[in-house]
């Protein structure tokens, strides 16, 4: 079974920076031809998609997000990442990675990783 484990949460001031990873346990030559994708899960709201990245590298960005995310993937590394600069504090939430469930069934969820972002 796949297993997804995020990483790189915290507590940012705004304006702040973090850097989530995302590894799954999965065959290789399976994980470079998924589009993955990153969600997100604000306090009382639902799950997300907000940007995802293709088997090419390609990527889609949901709003106005790709003027402070960027989304990466490192297929040696069955891991992707997101870079997040210039937090706001509605950028507060729990942070998942999946397969963008627009193209291919979803993987079993992980646990997700929180950002905070207060000052």
């Known amino acids: 079974q796949v297993q997804l484990v995020e990483s790189g949460g915290g507590w940012v001031q705004p304006g702040g920076s973090l850097r989530l990873s995302c590894a799954a346990s999965?065959?290789?030559?399976?994980?470079?031809?998924?589009?993955m994708g990153w969600y997100r899960q604000r306090p009382g709201n639902e799950r997300e998609l907000i940007v995802t990245i293709f088997s090419d590298g390609s990527t889609k960005y949901g709003g106005s997000l790709k003027e402070r995310f960027t989304i990466a993937r490192d297929n040696t590394k069955n891991t992707i990442y997101l870079q997040m600069n210039n937090l706001r504090r509605e950028d507060t939430g729990t942070y998942y990675c999946?397969?963008?469930?627009?193209?291919?069934?979803?993987?079993?969820w992980g646990q997700g990783t929180q950002v905070s972002v207060s000052s």
């Open positions: 999965v065959n290789g030559d399976i994980f470079k031809i998924t589009p």
């Open positions: 999946n397969v963008d469930r627009r193209y291919r069934p979803e993987w079993p």
